[in-house]
Nanobody, 121 residues
Framework: QVRLVESGGGLVQAGGSLRLSCAAS????????MAWYRQTPGKERELVAT???????NYADSVKGRFTISRDNAENTVYLQMTSLKPEDTTVYYC???????????????WGQGTQVTVSS
């Protein structure tokens, strides 16, 4: 089964930390760049961070210095370590392939349920 399952979200206070996990079943995820996204209802989905199969990373300016993306290919898992969380980080987080490489129509087949992150003031 080719699928993505996010977990690790929860409720934290501003300034706190949280680690999200993405269980990625399927070789297509293991050999390609992976990404974390977040989307608030009514707002455009935002690309948060990417990581290549070799470990090169890139981050949105809004999370740079606070979030760290990593992956364990042996365990088919992608992580997002979030620190210094702000109320603005509150939303649902998803993992998927890098849209810049495959296009939205292609990656749309793989969206999981996402995991909710709520940061209180």
């Amino acid at each position: 089964q080719v699928r993505l399952v996010e977990s690790g979200g929860g409720l934290v206070q501003a300034g706190g930390s949280l680690r999200l996990s993405c269980a990625a079943s399927g070789s297509i995820f293991r050999i390609n760049t992976m990404a974390w996204y977040r989307q608030t209802p009514g707002k455009e989905r935002e690309l948060v961070a990417t990581i290549t199969s070799g470990g090169d990373t890139n981050y949105a300016d809004s999370v740079k210095g606070r979030f760290t993306i990593s992956r364990d290919n042996a365990e088919n898992t992608v992580y997002l370590q979030m620190t210094s969380l702000k109320p603005e980080d509150t939303t649902v987080y998803y993992c998927n392939l890098d849209v810049s490489r495959f296009g939205r129509s292609f990656i749309n087949k793989y969206w999981g349920q996402g995991t909710q992150v709520t940061v209180s003031s």
